[in-house]
């Protein structure tokens, strides 16, 4: 099985999430299914065919995060040396040479993008083209709408 990175607060979300699944919305479904079973007739019961979808899909999200959670490669990017080199977990400052708009990305796992927080995957174009790098480097990322040249302005260790 392949090994997916993932940084701490990936994984700590993930295993909240989990425990919440678990703990919380399993047990309510089930007693949401019961309660719904008391009703009488299965076929016609519109609560008890909305509790088990609902049990499904938590069902289905718990196989799905384990399965994330196994596979996963954790990287504390604090642990790592400061090398001002572009690794996974890092935030970088990247200085659009075009527009002199800067803009800040950490570089997460794909589980854990989301774009308007400022985390990119791994797998992005742009992420790709600045792993490797060092601050002061000059990156060059293709674009929808054409190439970019980027600056590396700063490389932290969040």
Partial sequence: MNKVPMTVAGEARLRKELEQLKGEA?????ADIAEA???GDLKENAEY???REQQGFIEGRIKEIESKLSAAQVIDVQ???RTGKVIFGVTVELINLGSDE???????G???AEIKAGKISVTSPIARALIGKEEGDVVVVNT?????????GGVEHR
């Fill in 144 to 152: 929808p709408g054409g190439e970019v040249e980027y600056e590396i």
């Fill in 26 to 30: 399993r047990p309510k479904v089930i």
């Fill in 37 to 39: 079973r008391e009703h």
């Fill in 102 to 108: 800067t803009v800040t990305y950490q570089i997460v």
């Fill in 110 to 112: 794909e589980d854990e």
């Fill in 49 to 51: 065919h909305a509790a």
């Fill in 79 to 81: 642990k790592l040396p």
